[in-house]
């Protein structure tokens, strides 16, 4: 059985910082790209960053371009969201996924994912 758990969120000061986790089990996703999204209460999941499958190439969405940091450990089948410079609009539940694409691409349509974690809160205090 495939899952995601994701771990480190938690309650924040603007300006601060949090760092995401998410561990994979049942099955290696060393080749495929992975990504992070987020909910905020009364809004549509959107895109946060990706990251492909080879090659580390990474993807960022506007809102948190040069603030975030994706990474991924595949020898520990791990992905990570270092979160920088946080803001109260950064609050919202954020999910880890896996694609079910490989190589170089960074998806940023939640329909390309195919496995998806249960979700951390975060919450920036303003």
């Known amino acids: 059985q495939v899952q995601l758990v994701e771990s480190g969120g938690g309650l924040v000061q603007a300006g601060g910082s949090l760092r995401l986790s998410c561990a994979a089990s049942?099955?290696?996703?060393?080749?495929?790209?992975m990504g992070w999204f987020r909910q905020a209460p009364g809004k549509e999941r959107e895109f946060v960053a990706a990251i492909s499958g080879i090659g580390g190439r990474r993807y960022y969405s506007d809102s948190v371009q040069r603030r975030f940091i994706i990474s991924r450990d595949n020898a520990k089948n791990m992905l990570f969201l270092q979160m920088n410079s946080l803001k109260p609009e950064d609050t919202a539940v954020y999910y880890c996924a896996a694609a079910g694409t490989t190589g170089w691409r960074t998806p940023t349509h939640d329909y390309e994912y195919n496995y998806w974690g249960q979700g951390t809160q975060v919450t920036v205090s303003s």
């Open positions: 049942g099955r290696t996703f060393s080749s495929n790209a």
